[in-house]
């Protein structure tokens, strides 16, 4: 499995962005998908997880503003970021964990000026 994010940029405090990620290859049917983020010198961290059942979950710093939702016909998972804030500035990774085996995509970087 490849995945491809994009989506990343530059945005004011109080904006939105939508990140993507695109799947190629074969993923089975019980399968999880996420978004990650990373700042310089801090680990890798949790932003939004989801299941092929449905759950998900988020960091408490991101509930109520940021939506993970992925579309099966296209293979794609998105990430909708509403009221960023400067402390969301990051490099953004995806991720799919299929049969025990966690893929990654690229960083997209993500910057919100105050």
């Known amino acids: 499995v490849q995945l491809q994010a994009s989506g990343g940029g530059l945005v004011q405090a109080g904006g939105s962005l939508r990140l993507s990620c695109a799947a190629s290859?074969?993923?089975?049917?019980?399968?999880?998908y996420g978004w990650y983020r990373q700042t310089p010198g801090k680990q890798r961290e949790l932003v939004a997880v989801?299941?092929?059942?449905?759950?998900?979950n988020y960091a408490d710093s991101v509930k109520g503003r940021f939506t993970i939702s992925r579309d099966n016909a296209k293979n794609t998972q998105y990430l909708q970021m509403n009221n960023l804030k400067p402390e969301d500035t990051a490099v953004y990774y995806c991720?799919?964990?299929?049969?025990?085996?966690?893929?990654w995509g690229k960083g997209t970087q993500v910057t919100v000026s105050s």
């Open positions: 991720n799919v964990r299929n049969l025990g085996v966690d893929y």
């Open positions: 290859g074969s993923i089975f049917r019980s399968f999880a």
């Open positions: 989801a299941t092929s059942a449905g759950s998900t």
